[in-house]
């Protein structure tokens, strides 16, 4: 007896009336489709399309195998449709935006301890940048995101984890590792932001350490990712101002060197107000925990969970 598949080829070629339509309708080439139905008639038995009539039409025997596929086809998918249901009340799932490129070395370790500490709930990472998440909390698409952009919206609430430092990715042969170079000697070369877009992002991050500072670069090019910046820096290009944990992305040659005066980056957890559900509650007590391994101070957030 045919499978879904199969069925849901034959239905395709009788609603359509033509092969050619169906093989359109069904994303695939008209042979292979020709031979499913082949398949099922041998398998039968007998023939359920008359072919040499246009438009095609059934023979009595595909029309009552049409009306019984119609069925079974139905109530497969009301099957499925209730097995996802289920699946979903049974097993919560908490979805966190991230943009991974702004936390490539903890990450694995966050979604790690999550797992072990809730194992019955689904953590779901989605890429975005911090301006797409906060639409996407608003929306309910997102549980809680995790960014770097002191964005304010009154439907959104924020917690600063902690400021990550700042380093200088410095293309090859730009002075000695680890030495400390100043902000003004940075405003004269070309400075390489991410992301070109959307805004806010890093790249104003970046922008207002160097207001605060009095200072305003001569040149800045733009463009869309972390790892493309240090491509160009790599090949001298310019410079770019990254978070320390973002260093290890770059091409051995990079010159990484601290920034001064001393400049950060805020790793922020963006939230709906009132937030309270227990998986919330196990991504705070997973960071808390991970940052007393690490070394990081606690904020008075993470004190609490």
């Given amino acids: 007896m045919a499978d879904i598949r199969r069925l849901r080829y034959f239905v395709a070629v009788a609603s359509e009336q033509s092969f050619t339509r169906a093989a359109a309708r069904l994303h695939m080439a008209q042979p292979p489709l020709s031979r499913r139905i082949q398949e099922i008639e041998e398998e039968l038995g007998t023939q359920l399309i008359e072919r040499s009539s246009r438009p095609l039409s059934l023979t009595p025997a595909g029309q009552l195998f049409y009306a019984h596929a119609l069925q079974v086809l139905e109530r497969h998918d009301t099957m499925e449709r209730a097995m996802e249901r289920f699946i979903k009340a049974e097993r919560p799932r908490f979805t966190l935006g991230v943009q991974p490129s702004e936390f490539y070395v903890r990450l694995p370790q966050i979604v790690r301890r999550f797992r072990t500490q809730d194992p019955g709930t689904d953590l ?9 998440q906060i639409a996407a909390l608003k929306e309910g698409r997102i549980d809680a995101g995790l960014g770097r952009v002191r964005i304010d919206d009154p439907a959104i609430e924020r917690e600063v984890l902690r400021e990550e430092r700042l380093v200088a990715a410095l293309p090859p042969g730009a002075g000695p ?30 922008l207002s350490v160097f207001r605060d500072s009095g200072l305003s670069p001569e040149e800045v090019i733009e463009v869309r990712e972390l790892e493309t910046a240090l491509i160009m820096v790599s090949a001298g290009v310019g410079a770019c101002l990254i978070p320390a944990s973002s260093q290890w992305l770059a091409h051995p040659e990079v010159i990484c060197r601290p920034v001064q005066p001393r400049a950060v980056s805020p790793i922020i957890l963006y939230h709906r107000p009132g937030e309270a559900s227990p998986q919330f509650g196990t991504l705070l007590r997973t960071f808390a925990s991970l940052f007393q391994e690490w070394g990081y101070p606690l904020s008075a957030r993470l004190l609490q969970a």
């Fill in 124 to 132: 779901v990472l989605t890429e975005m940048s911090s301006s797409e």
């Fill in 177 to 206: 590792a680890n030495e400390p170079i100043g902000l003004d000697r940075l405003a004269r070369m070309p400075l390489l932001l991410y992301p070109r877009e959307p805004r806010p992002s890093h790249a104003d991050v970046v």
